[in-house]
């Protein structure tokens, strides 16, 4: 079975694998039933005759059924005898016959598993500065928190911490709101393609974050570091521009995140994942060859996207030194998807 790692398809999932024990049980109970003597069997098909005309209201009810109703009776009675007389049968298999008779395989998604494995090393590394009794990342505060953050006692500041997030991922969802908002009434997209257009010479989309979209805080981590002096003036201009000459809270906290060296980092380490796995990684299970692949042919993909995860795990140097390649860095040795992102890094 083939889905995605929503929670639904984990049910549906379960639901499935249910009735395949079932079915397996019926089946080898159907074996066990006509291999068996009429002695063996005289006494289930009696107690279940019994317990049909008990559930019917008795033995006038039972003569009284309709055929549909009897037939759906008998079969009841059929499928308990068969299940009742596969335990036995299920026991006296040999190990690799249990093992094939119990066999239900579940692949997900190859997108949803890359997307999990980001969503959980950013989790990793959110939490990684306090572990380590490092400062971390600047806090992006909404409107009200900002407030209370600023005006408060302790207590009440940290508690506004508290609420609050900070971090490499949530400075690229701000910035998707402001660059590149779905409400063209809002936002700073049309003042940015002008900009773009004076300071490069050209238009550039900035990555949508406005709706669930693969890999869309990588591109747009690898748009903000490639081009990080740039937003860092435009915000400048933004601000300029205005006529109380100020920056929104939500424009204010992009600009402190830019400004921000743990903010910064973070983006770094998406931007290498990204590169070193995430874009080698969905060509090798989405890419043009892949029309005619089955999840199952991709066990040894899986296998050496964790060997290379442990490789740079031991040394760094395949993705931090001034001589790291793609030869070695990237898991299909092939040049960076974003090269440009990854030595701006």
Not at 64 to 73: N, Q, V
Not at 96 to 119: D, R, T
Not at 159 to 180: D, H, M, P
């Amino acid at each position: 079975m083939n889905t995605d790692h929503a929670e639904d398809q984990k049910k549906l999932f379960h639901l499935f694998l249910a009735w395949k024990e079932s079915c397996e049980h019926e089946m080898h109970g159907a074996e066990a039933l006509l291999a068996a003597s009429l002695s063996n069997v005289l006494p289930f098909l009696w107690r279940e005759t019994e317990n049909n005309m008990s559930a019917a209201g008795g033995y006038d009810a039972w003569m009284e059924l309709t055929a549909d109703e009897y037939e759906k009776h008998e079969l009841k009675a059929y499928k308990w005898v068969c299940i009742t007389l596969s335990v036995d049968k299920l026991g006296k298999l040999r190990p690799e016959e249990c093992q094939y008779a119990a066999l239900f395989i579940w692949g997900g998604c190859c997108m949803h598993k890359e997307m999990n494995s980001v969503k959980g090393g950013n989790a990793q590394m959110m939490v990684f500065w306090a572990k380590n009794n490092l400062p971390g990342p600047k806090m992006l505060f909404n409107k009200d928190n900002r407030a209370v953050a600023r005006l408060g006692g302790d207590a009440t500041q940290e508690r506004a911490s508290e609420v609050s997030t900070a971090g490499g991922v949530k400075l690229t969802s701000l910035a998707g709101a402001v660059f590149a908002n779905k409400d063209l009434k809002k936002g700073q997209q049309d003042t940015l393609q002008v900009a773009l257009q004076d300071g490069i010479g050209y238009m550039v989309q900035f990555p949508s974050m406005s709706g669930t979209h693969y890999g869309s805080h990588a591109e747009a981590v690898a748009e903000l570091l490639v081009r990080l002096d740039f937003y860092k003036q435009f915000l400048d201009v933004v601000r300029d521009l205005k006529e109380k000459r100020n920056l929104t809270n939500i424009e204010q906290n992009i600009y402190d995140g830019l400004h921000d060296i743990p903010t910064l980092t973070e983006l770094a380490v998406l931007v290498l994942y990204a590169q070193a796995i995430t874009h080698p990684y969905m060509c090798a299970v989405q890419g043009p060859t892949t029309s005619k692949m089955n999840l199952l042919d991709l066990s040894s993909l899986h296998d050496k996207v964790m060997t290379h995860c442990r490789n740079i795990i031991s040394n760094l140097d395949l993705l931090l030194s001034t001589l790291a390649s793609y030869l070695k860095g990237s898991l299909d040795r092939l040049i960076w998807h974003h090269s440009d992102a990854f030595y701006a890094v």
